[in-house]
């Protein structure tokens, strides 16, 4: 009895609008109480997380996204992807897929990316000729694009909780990305202005953008390099990242003032880090619960009664997995149900660094899955639009996304190439 109590008291909590974070702690307290466990174990569990060397490249790549993002850094780049692919068919659509899957890898799935590249982009897609359902899609569509790819921050929580190595699930993503990328931009070439593309390649204007934003653009290849090449730890690089984006914005390009503007970006910065480390903190407790008591075993011996090999589970994982990313945020799903799958998905002769390619690919997918994925509703405020619209406009980018899933689940290959 009582534990039902305790069950609708927290359910509630969650409808009457209380944080998550609070919601998830109470459940954790409550259910360790219950079992006559001592709640000093969610303190334990907190206290190992928090000692992982790892985790400080949340705060430092998060910071070194909203410097870059608060500067001029998204004209320069956005002038040097144009002067590089603009001239291509479809090229000011690739030139968008590309700029906002950087800075999403950069930021993470926060609607930086969105609020921050969204009012350069969509008047330059709609000069060019494409029309305000497909420009609507496609700035909708690239607000989660780029997570698969080094230094996205959901990768680096996904290896912090499931215990896998960080800098294989950088490599493990890259070839999955620009698969989306290049489907999501021959998509955008079919769909593009019917009149022929009268921009002609000018390696001077390659040249002069590149002369502009030289820094920036050499900051990806350099941790992508560092970490690669095995000369840095991700957590260095993240270090060296902030401090060279920081070094760059404020003395060298002069975009931000180190005494005005860097309070605040840090402000910003780490009320979204802390928002994570919260989560973070408090789901510990309540999925070590669910494991200690065997709750993954339960749901696969259930599954075993339904599902007779590989494939089954994985086209009905996927199914799971996108009503969870459309309903929870990325980083509560990840620190709730990854521990819960990751024993069944042994089971079915899963690859750990497959099952994150998945996992996070999914989680992607269901920023943009209507009624509730984040980004349509980012995209209706930003563009004050109603969120109905931006419904249909983004339909046909999840589906094209939805394909490339498939792709990905039924062909290991593609996420496990650069780590064997």
């Keep these: 009895m009582l534990g039902v109590l305790v069950f609708v008291g927290i359910m509630i909590c969650a409808m009457l609008g209380t944080p998550l974070f609070i919601v998830m702690s109470l459940a954790a307290l409550s259910l360790f109480t219950m079992a006559g466990v001592e709640v000093s174990a969610v303190a334990i569990e907190v ?20 410097m870059m993002a608060e500067s001029g850094a998204p004209k320069r780049l956005l002038k040097v992807a144009e002067a590089a692919f603009g001239w291509l068919p479809g090229g000011v659509a690739i030139v968008s897929l590309v700029v906002c899957a950087f800075f999403t890898a950069f930021t993470g799935a926060s609607g930086v990316t969105i609020i ?25 569509s690239s607000g989660s694009l780029g997570l698969l790819f080094a230094p996205s921050l959901p990768i680096i929580l996904y290896g912090l909780v499931a215990k896998v190595d960080i800098d294989k699930l950088f490599r493990a993503g890259i070839l999955p990305g620009i698969l989306l990328i290049l489907v999501l931009s ?5 769909n593009g202005p019917k009149a022929r593309n009268k921009r002609h390649f000018s390696f001077r204007e390659l040249m002069t953008a590149l002369k502009a934003g030289f820094f920036e653009v050499l900051l990806p290849f350099g941790v992508l390099l560092s970490i690669y090449g095995g000369f ?22 002069k ?26 903190c408090c789901a510990l407790g ?12 339960k749901i696969l011996d259930i599954m075993r ?18 009503v969870v990313g459309c309903l929870m945020d990325i980083f509560s799903a990840i620190v709730v149900v990854v521990p819960l799958i990751i024993p069944i998905a042994l089971e079915f002769d899963v690859h750990p660094i497959h099952l994150a390619i998945i996992f996070l690919l999914n989680l992607e997918i269901g920023y943009i899955t209507p009624p509730v994925g984040i980004n349509l509703f980012i995209s209706s405020f930003r563009f004050k639009k109603p969120v109905i ?16 899933l498939m792709v990905i689940t039924y062909i290991p290959e593609l996420s496990l190439f650069l780590v064997k």
Excluded at 48 to 59: C, M, N, V
């Design 47 to 66: 206290y190992k997380i928090s000692s992982a060397p790892t985790l400080i490249t949340i705060p430092l790549f998060t910071f070194a996204g909203y």
């Design 116 to 140: 921050a590249l969204g009012g350069l982009l969509y008047p330059i897609l709609e000069k060019e000729g494409y029309t305000e359902k497909f420009s609507l899609g496609l700035i909708t």
């Design 186 to 190: 021959i998509w955008s070439i079919v």
């Design 232 to 253: 840095v730890t991700v957590s260095e690089a993240a270090a060296f990242t902030c401090f060279y984006v920081l070094v760059v914005e404020c003395f060298i390009y």
């Design 255 to 280: 975009d931000l003032n180190f005494f005005k503007d860097i309070p605040k970006v840090i402000l910003d910065s780490m009320s979204l880090v802390g928002g994570i480390l919260l989560i973070l």
């Design 286 to 297: 309540l999925t070590n619960y669910l494991v200690d008591e065997e709750v993954p075993m």
């Design 305 to 322: 009664q339904f599902l007779t090999n590989k494939y089954q589970f994985l086209f009905f994982l996927n199914i799971f997995l996108l």
């Design 389 to 404: 619209e931006l419904y249909k406009s983004s339909v046909p980018f999840l589906i094209l996304s939805l394909l490339v």
